[in-house]
Nanobody, 120 residues
Framework: QVQLVESGGDLVQAGGSLRLSCVVS????????FGWYRQTPGKSRELVAY???????TYGDSEKGRFTISRDNAKNTVHLQMDKLNTDDTGVYYC??????????????WGPGTQVTVSA
């Protein structure tokens, strides 16, 4: 059974940092690319960071220089280090394995997500 479980979300002040984790089970983790997605009320999920199976990374324009995505193949875990947080970063964060960088087709079921709230 394929399962993704996100954690690490919290309430933080603007300028602060958080580290999110996504534990993946039920697939051969090393063979997949992964993305972190943010969802805010009334909007669809948007990709904020992406990492390939060989750890090539891509970021959204507003996340460049502030967010760092990484993967630990030994622990089947994807991390998102979030620094210099601002109120626009507020949302529910999910990880998943997209068909490709620009694809909206996911290869895994969505997990529960983790809530990040940034206060001014």
């Amino acid at each position: 059974q394929v399962q993704l479980v996100e954690s690490g979300g919290d309430l933080v002040q603007a300028g602060g940092s958080l580290r999110l984790s996504c534990v993946v089970s039920g697939i051969d983790f090393r063979e997949y690319d992964f993305g972190w997605y943010r969802q805010t009320p009334g909007k669809s999920r948007e990709l904020v960071a992406y990492i390939t199976r060989v750890s090539v990374t891509t970021y959204g324009d507003s996340e460049k220089g502030r967010f760092t995505i990484s993967r630990d193949n030994a622990k089947n875990t994807v991390h998102l280090q979030m620094d210099k947080l601002n109120t626009d970063d507020t949302g529910v964060y999910y990880c998943n394995a997209p068909w490709s960088l620009s694809s909206t087709t996911m290869l895994c079921p969505w997990g529960p997500g983790t809530q990040v709230t940034v206060s001014a």
